[in-house]
C-alpha cells in the first residue's frame, strides 16, 4: 500500500481540482489554490521533482479529479514474454502507456506495441485492472489504475521505438531489470500466470 503522506497529497490535489473546477467564489478558488499549493509542498518533499514541474502537472488536469490510465500489451511467445528496454530509466517493462482519447483499451495496447517494439498484434483478453496504490511501485503524483491485455502476434519484426532501446523475449525465471515505475516483478508473475492457465480469472485491485 502507498504511504499515508502520497494518499494525503493526492486527495488533497482531487479536491483542490475538482473545487478550481466547480466553485465560482473569488475567495473558495483562493482556498482550493492554496490546498493545491499545500499538496504540491507535500509531494516535492517526498518526491525527487522540483515543486514548479510538479505544479505544471497538476495544472495541466482540469475538471473533476479522476484516476489515468495506464495500458500494458502482455505478448507471449516459446513461453517468454515481450519487453522493451525505456530510453528514460534504462530498464525493462510491458510495451504501453497512458490511455489515449478517441481508442479503446485494446487499441492503445496494440499501438503501442507497434509503436514500441514493431510487432504487429491482436488484442485477446483482458488479464486484470490493477491500482498503482495497490503495488510496490514508487511514489507517483497521479492514481493510475493498470490495465493488462493480452495480445497475440500477427505480423512484424522486432524493431525498437522512439521510446525505447531495445527489444526481447524473457523467460519467466530470467526477467531483466525492471522500471518498476511501469511494472513490478510481482505483475509480471501475475501474467504469467495466464500463459500456464488460460483459465486464470481476470485480476482487480
Known sequence: MEPK???????????????????????????????????VEILSHYIEMD???????????TGYATPKVDI????????????????????????GGWGDI????SEVAVKEVKEEAGFDVRAIKLLGVLDKKCHPHPPSPYHVYKM????????????KGIETNAVEFFAENELPALSIARNTESQIKLVFKHLHNPQEPVYFD
Not at 478517441?102 to 483499451?105: F, H, K, R
Open 102 to 105: 478517441g481508442l479503446t483499451p
Open 51 to 61: 515543486q514548479p514541474v510538479l505544479r505544471d502537472l497538476f495544472a495541466n488536469e
Open 148 to 159: 493488462f491485455i493480452q495480445c497475440e502476434i500477427t505480423g512484424g519484426q522486432a524493431t
Open 5 to 39: 503522506w502520497l494518499e494525503w497529497a493526492k486527495q488533497l490535489q482531487s479536491i483542490s481540482q475538482t473545487g478550481l473546477t466547480y466553485s465560482k467564489d473569488v475567495y473558495d478558488l483562493e482556498r482550493f489554490e492554496q490546498i493545491r499549493n499545500i499538496s
Open 72 to 95: 500494458r500489451a502482455v505478448v507471449f511467445r516459446d513461453q517468454k514474454i515481450l519487453m522493451v528496454r525505456e530510453n528514460t530509466d534504462g530498464n525493462w517493462s510491458l510495451p
